[in-house]
Nanobody, 124 residues
């Protein structure tokens, strides 16, 4: 099993930056892809960004491309999401997810492990 714990969510103003962290523990050697998803009130959970271990390739949702950056630190077993130029529509609970596949997926069903989420609120 893999345990994921997100942190870093808070209330910020539009235009601000924020970095989320996702610390992994347990059988971390089984992780080959990690991603961030978010769920706003009344909406479905949506893909934000993902990174693949083998070559550090990344993929972003159109709504976050150019503003968000996903990265990882092997030594700390941590995945980060740097969010810049935040907008009110970025407000959501952000979830970290991890899986053992070799392909980056944008669907939540491809990820086996999930964190509890961290709240990001962007005021206008």
């Amino acid at each position: 099993q893999v345990q994921l714990v997100e942190s870093g969510g808070e209330l910020v103003q539009a235009g601000d930056s924020l970095m989320l962290s996702c610390a992994a523990s347990g059988r971390t050697f089984s992780i080959s892809v990690a991603g961030w998803f978010r769920r706003a009130p009344g909406k479905d959970r949506e893909f934000v960004a993902a990174i693949r271990w083998s070559d550090d390739s990344t993929y972003y949702a159109d709504s976050t491309k150019g503003r968000f950056t996903i990265s990882r630190d092997d030594a700390r077993n941590t995945v980060y999401l740097q969010m810049n130029s935040l907008k009110p529509e970025d407000s959501a609970v952000y979830y970290c997810a991890a899986g053992s596949g070799s392909i980056i997926h944008t669907t939540q069903y491809a990820y086996e492990y999930w964190g509890q989420g961290t709240q990001v609120t962007v005021s206008s």
